[in-house]
């Protein structure tokens, strides 16, 4: 038995779907803490030629958990312009 445990990010990899392909259980593990300077709230998107950073900016408290993170869904509308 294969079991997979990874922490949730904005925008996941695609590796991430094989990952989960792959297993015969998966865990998000969204209890762990909220880490100010891991990409849990930011991710780089490749365009031809660069890279743009999309960053949702969030308001975390000290030892706070991933899955009770809050972000500004205006900002998140703007991420999805900027994919499409």
């Known amino acids: 038995?294969?079991?997979s445990i990874?922490?949730?990010n904005y925008i996941?990899?695609?590796?991430?779907?094989?990952k989960i392909k792959q297993s015969d259980v998966f865990v998000f593990y969204d209890i762990a803490q909220?880490?100010?300077w891991d990409y849990h709230n930011r991710n780089?998107?490749?365009w031809s030629n660069w890279e743009i950073l999309l960053s949702l900016p969030v308001s975390v408290n000290l030892w706070q958990e991933i899955?009770?993170?809050k972000?500004?869904?205006k900002v998140l509308k703007k991420h999805i312009?900027?994919?499409e």
Not at 12 to 18: Q, T
């Open 6 to 8: 990874h922490q949730p």
């Open 12 to 18: 996941p990899y695609l590796w991430l779907f094989n």
């Open 71 to 73: 972000f500004d869904n």
């Open 67 to 69: 899955k009770d993170v």
């Open 34 to 36: 909220y880490t100010k």
């Open 44 to 46: 780089k998107i490749k």
């Open 81 to 83: 312009q900027t994919i």
């Open 1 to 3: 038995m294969i079991c």
